[in-house]
Structure formats: C-alpha cells, structure tokens
C-alpha cells in the first residue's frame, strides 16, 4: 500500500480567529465535529485533488501552535516499529477517533512531529485519470451511426441433378 499524506491539522491559541483568518484568505468553510475541532471543507470537487485537514485548539501540553501532517498506513503498531527502527522516536500509542480510525503520534530524526493514521474504513477507489485531448475529443464526438447488420443469406443446398429424360424418337414418317 502507497503511504500518501492524508490529513494535515493547524492548531491555534485562538481557534475563532484562525477559522475566520482561513475562511477569509482560502474560502474554507468548517464541520464541527467536537469542542475545540473542526474539519476543514475546501472545496474540493468529485476528481480533484487534496488533502483532508482541521483546524484545533492546541492541546494541552503543547508549547504552542503547530502543523502536524498524517501519513496514512495499513497497521499502526507495525507502522511505529518502522518508524523506531529507522531512527524517528515514537510519542505515543495508537489511540481511536471514534468511527474515523487510529493514530499515533511521532518525531522523524530531525524532530518533526507528525501522525501515523488507519482510517476505519478503506479509501474509495481512485478516480480513472482524464483521457488525454485526443481521447477525449473522441469521448465528445458523437458515435457513427450503426448500420443494421445484414443478414446472412441461407446456404442453398446443391440442386439435385434431374434425372435426364430420354429424348423421345421422331417417329419415322412414312413414304406417303
């Protein structure tokens, strides 16, 4: 399975303010989806692409506002075991968003925090990429029209040769 990034969050001390700073610099409008959450709806249309993302609150604990950057994996816990063998330290254990998925939090080897995340459901499929112009010029034209498919003639079966009628004699004429 590809590793894509699959939600990015952006915290702040003042979550009004910055909703209304991202609201009014990008047009995101939100979903509130629990206290201190919202996820963030940018627009996206059917076959573009993006990332998911939230603004929050900083959690407690925190020393202050940060960008915390998702990657999505198939298993959490072996995820993590990856990423303390190649050298990153592990923050936490995987903990449930309740009818999203899981996730873990993590430091890479030059301190960036970021996120392993399960989502609870698989993703949908993948879009087919656009045709290329030719082909979709192809797609827009119209169709030729069909014609009727013909019908195939029967096979005559060989005639069955006549028997040959014996040529009828001329009579003989008389001497008169």
Not at 66 to 78: E, G, K, R
Not at 114 to 131: F, N
Not at 142 to 155: D, E, F, L
């Amino acid at each position: 399975m590809a590793s894509p990034f699959v939600h990015v969050e952006i915290s702040s001390r003042e979550l009004e303010r910055a909703k209304q700073f991202y609201a009014r610099a990008f047009n995101w409008k939100y979903q509130e989806t629990m206290p201190n959450y919202a996820l963030i709806d940018a627009g996206l249309k059917p076959g573009e692409y993006g990332c998911a993302g939230g603004l929050m609150s900083v959690p407690q604990g925190m020393p202050g506002p940060a960008v915390t950057v998702y990657v999505q994996v198939d298993d959490v816990d072996a995820a993590l075991g990856r990423v303390a063998a190649a050298g990153g330290q592990v923050l936490g254990q995987k903990m449930e968003v309740p009818g999203y998925g899981w996730f873990a939090p993590f430091r890479d080897p030059d301190g960036n925090f970021l996120c392993v995340w399960k989502p609870a459901m698989p993703a949908p499929p993948a879009p087919p990429p656009a045709p290329s112009k030719p082909e979709a010029a192809a797609a827009s034209a119209p169709a030729p029209a069909k014609k009727p498919a013909a019908k195939k003639a029967a096979a005559k079966k060989p005639a069955a040769k006549a028997k040959a009628k014996p040529k009828a004699k001329p009579k003989s004429k008389k001497a008169r």
